[in-house]
């Protein structure tokens, strides 16, 4: 059996920011802050159609059931992503930053471990690692998994899931509140894509599943701030940055029904 799922790929196009310098964010290690000079930007709600921007694709691949470790295979179509307002989901989902098996950041959503009755909503917060692969892929054995409960039902309403990815370091929040902060030799080290997907292959121990009715996972917008490895690129914004007068302001992002604006970002 191949189950239809959604996966959405960001591509490295890199967009300058709507400030000379960039944005920056406070360093948790330090009092000098930390810039990052390029964004990508998107509002799901306002593209009728993926193919019209340049920043994601909708990805064509299949994955077998023995690759996946999993029950059923996987079928990623793009006709399963759709760009329209809607409520938010009621499924499980998935947000990750991935370079390969050992350097990806994810936010995991597992709807099997909802209970509704008794209000509890976990979140997978995991850095796979080497260490990871050592154990067969299960993170949870490793020093860089951490299940948090959130204190709301993420399928009511939008709420903001963020990722910080710094140099041997990763936090995470949800709606600006930390939920966990992981640091050491086993943090990615390397640049990657950033990915929503949404999925299952039927393992028991993870995804669960598959669903008995269609099941979706609903994406308002992806904000991220980051810096290129492009050396052409990096040349150009510190001239850009050094010729401007600019001076520094408040990055507001816009507030959603249960989500803070982004007053952590400022720009530069």
């Not at 159609?49 to 691949?61: K, L, Y």
């Not at 998935?94 to 008794?118: A, C, G, M, R, V």
């Not at 600019?246 to 604006?261: D, W, Y």
Request: net charge negative; with cysteine.
């Amino acid at each position: 059996m191949i189950l239809p799922l959604t996966h959405l790929l960001a591509t490295a196009r890199l967009v300058s920011g709507v400030c000379e310098c960039g944005y920056s964010i406070k360093n948790p290690q330090g009092d000098s802050p930390i810039v990052f000079t390029d964004r990508l930007e998107t509002k799901f709600s306002q593209l009728h159609n993926i193919s019209e921007g340049h920043d994601w694709v909708a990805q064509n691949f299949t994955v077998s059931a023995a690759d996946g470790r999993g029950n059923f295979s996987k079928a990623f179509l793009p006709n399963n992503v759709n760009t329209h307002g809607a409520k938010s989901g009621d499924d499980s989902g998935l947000e990750l930053h991935y370079f390969n098996d050992t350097q990806e950041i994810d936010i995991e959503f597992l709807s099997q471990e909802f209970d509704h009755d008794n209000g509890i909503y976990p979140v997978n917060l995991v850095v796979q690692s080497k260490k990871s692969l050592e154990a067969g892929y299960d993170a949870s054995k490793t020093g860089s998994f951490k299940r948090v409960k959130l204190d709301f039902d993420p399928t009511d309403a939008f709420h903001e899931y963020r990722f910080d990815y710094l140099p041997g370091q990763v936090l995470f929040y949800a709606d600006g509140k930390l939920l966990a902060h992981m640091k050491g030799a086993d943090m990615p080290s390397s640049g990657g894509h950033l990915i929503l997907q949404h999925w299952s292959n039927g393992n028991p121990l993870w995804s669960g599943g598959p669903p008995k009715e269609d099941a979706t996972v609903t994406v308002s917008y992806v904000k991220a701030y980051f810096n290129s490895s492009n050396s052409e690129r990096q040349s150009r914004l510190v001239r850009r940055c050094y010729e401007s007068s600019e001076t520094s302001v408040l990055a507001q992002g816009e507030s959603h029904k249960g989500t803070p604006s982004a007053s952590w970002l400022s720009a530069w």
